[in-house]
């Protein structure tokens, strides 16, 4: 009975231990939404975009990928237009304002969007040769893209702040209060080009 004990915890700190992320890597907000602007106002914006850093990962040689950072990207097409996406459009930068290399697309092709409908990518930014996560300011991140409206150039930025775990320890102090994440912000911002 105590070695099935044993080999349970053994398996479930293995399996614990095999994330592809790095832990204490967070980043709000999560998803971050930009939108453009509907015109007139009162009408629903004719593109909404949700953006998502979901971790820094260690390099995966199953799935071809190197330390990077991965991003999620879902593009909704509320309006009467057609929405096309290159998804190379993407960059990545870090605290520094410093470019990651290009990122790895899943899937890699431009898409086109007729009304109502979506789509999603995975984009890994790799690190630039020399960089890797101890020698990179990850405090905050900075994704852009660039999407077509009926021809015309949209560009739109999502800022993601890390989100830093605190932990308050009890002694000598009466109070017990529980680990929590701290607050921090981000925010959209979105540029039109004609």
Known sequence: MFGRIISALFLLTFVVGCSPYLD????????????????????????????????????????????????????????????????????LSDGTLSAFAPPILRPPGTVTLSPTQSTSYSAYFPFQPGRDYDNTDLSSLQLRWTVQLDGRNVSQTAIFNRSVRYYYYSDPYPYYPYPYWGPVYGGVIIVHRH
Do not use: H, K, W
Request: glycine share 2%; charged share 20%.
């Open 24 to 91: 204490d890597f967070r980043y709000v907000p999560r998803p971050a939404l930009a939108e453009v602007p509907a015109t007139p106002p009162q009408t629903a914006p004719p593109l909404s975009v949700f953006a998502s850093v979901i971790g820094v990962r260690y390099d995966s040689p199953q799935e071809q990928l190197p330390d990077c950072v991965e991003v999620r990207l879902q593009l909704n097409n509320n309006g009467p237009q057609t929405v096309t996406f290159d998804p190379r459009s993407m960059t």
